[in-house]
């Protein structure tokens, strides 16, 4: 089998002198937006975990990284969910796997991503008012806390509030593109540099993407919570009738109505954040 001449050839010669407690299958899977590769990851954690067992590596554990779009609802923290269509298929195999094999729910939480001008403190962890969760009557005073709170709460309403959460990795940029702001460090360390942003972000198609991924856009946000009656016929944004404009405003729908986080408009890698809003004449986004 493939996955035991892996362990054979990637862990075996480097195992004990080097200290192995943890192998990562793949790097954000669900951000690809492919099902055929999304479905096998957990098959696939379970194969190279039995191939670690069969070789002796009783000690080394097997799990993967996320990003944050892996979650449906994030605001507040306490009602933080995963997206729809996953949580049966994926993560409740996935988290019995990990419970199972006493691993951690890996993730990468990016403050940087999530940022506006009125929350830039509270993602750099410096004086801030706070975000206060009235469900549990926690004061968040920095966002890295509410992001991993938030996938905790997602863990728990599936019954999994007992396995750990551990970060794959974070950080804040130095350089940054125009109408962000950067930083130096990481965490604590953030310091701000750059010229901020101003005014709101709409998540529109980025330029090139497939009518078929847009179809599949316009599809995911309109069952999941989109607001999609404006895009319809007879709507006030029906015309123009193409799918770049209505993938457009379904994105953005879905963008907005789940926390403005920027991974709700990540749509693998299709969409981007911009901040020119797109509304034209009686269609406003």
């Known amino acids: 089998m493939k996955v035991l001449a892996w362990v054979g050839n990637h862990v075996a010669p480097f195992y004990p002198a080097t200290k192995i407690d943890l192998v990562l299958v ?9 099902n055929n590769l999304i479905f096998k990851l957990v098959p696939a954690m379970r194969s190279l975990h039995d191939a670690l067992a069969a070789a002796g590596f009783h000690q080394i554990r097997v799990s993967t990284p996320h990003y944050l779009g892996i979650l449906a609802v994030s605001q507040p923290p ?3 969910r995963f997206r729809f269509g996953y949580e049966k298929p994926v993560f409740i195999p996935m988290l ?3 419970k199972a094999t006493r691993s951690p729910f890996v993730v990468n939480p990016y403050p940087y991503f ?3 001008p009125q929350t830039l403190n509270y993602a750099l962890f410096q004086r801030n008012r706070g975000v206060f969760d009235r469900n549990t009557k926690i004061k968040y005073t920095n966002m890295l806390d509410a992001q991993l709170d938030a996938i905790y709460s997602a863990m728990k309403r599936l019954g999994f509030g007992d396995v ?3 970060i794959g990795e974070t950080g804040w940029p130095t350089q940054v593109p125009g109408g962000r702001q950067g930083g130096r460090g990481h965490g604590r360390g953030g310091r701000r540099g750059g010229r901020g942003q101003t005014g709101g972000t709409w998540c529109v198609p980025n330029a090139g993407v497939s009518a078929a991924a847009l179809q599949n856009n316009i599809n995911y946000a309109c069952s999941n919570g989109a607001n999609c009656r404006a895009i319809q016929a007879g709507g006030a944004c029906f015309e123009p009738n193409n799918i770049q404009a209505h993938a457009a405003y379904a994105m953005n729908s879905f963008y907005q109505s789940h926390g403005r986080q920027a991974y709700n408009c990540a749509f693998a890698g299709t969409g981007v954040l911009t901040t020119h809003r ?3 004449g009686a269609c406003k986004f």
């Open 26 to 34: 793949g790097n954000e899977i669900l951000l690809s937006g492919d």
């Open 78 to 80: 306490s009602a933080g």
């Open 96 to 98: 019995n796997f990990l």
């Open 114 to 116: 999530s940022y506006n």
């Open 164 to 166: 750990p959460i551990m």
């Open 278 to 280: 797109p509304s034209y």
